[in-house]
């Protein structure tokens, strides 16, 4: 129903994509555009404008989507990140939504659905199978939209159950379409060598999540979320260099600041990732 609350609505945010700069090219020295998770921000997303405007002010070129930011109806949604000047192409949704989430991805015009994460009492060989059995179903349906399924892989993903782990279920058994959504923090985490997995899988990579891992050695495939084990890019111990040139000759294009915890206040952090990313030679 058109109301005059709607139209001031409609209006401001018309206003906004007015007052924006069309979407922006990279301006950074390796010519990679970087973007932002916004789970990084979950907790500074009350005022959604405010928060894409800092984004984008900062330098990044696009926004991965979290399930916190799908309270509005999905063609304001995007007409609000779009009119920021920023590139919307792929979102985080929650494992048991994802076939009633197809609509509302498809209004976003969003490329990729990403799961990006298994419930602890998924992680075992029967949960890990009942999950590809949803994936592969749940990719059929999305391809006939013209929209990727990925997944985002955690250290859990690497722990020994049995005789393999839950890594090697997906890679086997999942559907050859399904993307790889690789966060280089949470793979080193689980004594992973990223490169590698990078190499070998490249027909699948799509995305590269970035983080830095604060401390050498004492690798885990149990989630610790101790905010000590992370930091901002470039003042850990992960070879970014290494891993963006790797990751550009394989044709990645999408690259997330996707920091679970930070000591710092939240633009601190967001301009820490920024200054070194925007400034490497690679």
């Not at 209006?11 to 932002?36: D, E, H, I, K, Y």
């Not at 894409?52 to 063609?75: D, F, H, N, V």
């Not at 044709?251 to 925007?278: F, H, M």
């Amino acid at each position: 129903m058109f109301t005059r609350r709607n139209a001031i609505k409609t209006m401001g945010l018309a206003t906004a994509a007015m007052l924006a700069p069309a979407t922006q090219a990279a301006n950074t020295r390796s010519g990679l555009s970087f973007g932002v998770q916004m789970f990084t921000v979950r907790e500074h997303i009350k005022d959604l404008p405010a928060m894409l405007k800092l984004i984008q002010s900062i330098g990044y070129t696009s926004i991965e989507g979290y399930p916190l930011i799908y309270t509005r109806p999905a063609r304001e949604l995007k007409e609000l990140v779009h009119g920021f000047g920023l590139e919307f192409y792929t979102g985080h949704f929650d494992y048991a939504t994802l076939d009633e989430k197809l609509d509302y991805a498809t209004e976003l015009g969003l490329k990729t659905m990403i799961c990006p994460w298994l419930e602890e009492p998924m992680r075992t060989e029967a949960g890990y199978g009942a999950a590809v059995k949803k994936f592969n179903h749940f990719i059929e349906l999305a391809a006939q939209r013209g929209i990727d399924f990925g997944y985002h892989f955690h250290n859990y993903d690497f722990h020994l159950l049995g005789k393999e782990r839950g890594f090697d279920i997906l890679m086997r058994e999942l559907d050859p379409r399904a993307r790889i959504e690789l966060d280089v923090f949470w793979v080193t985490e689980a004594g992973e060598d990223p490169i590698k997995l990078m190499l070998r899988y490249a027909n699948r990579l799509r995305m590269i999540h970035i983080k830095d891992r604060a401390i050498k050695g004492d690798y885990t495939t149990i989630m610790n979320f101790d905010p000590k084990r992370m930091t901002e890019a470039g003042k850990g111990t992960i070879d970014w260099p290494t891993v963006l040139r790797v990751a550009r000759k394989l044709g990645v294009k999408e690259y997330y600041v996707d920091q679970d915890y930070t000591a710092l206040p939240i633009e601190d952090c967001l301009r820490q990732n920024w200054a070194y990313l925007s400034a490497l030679v690679i």
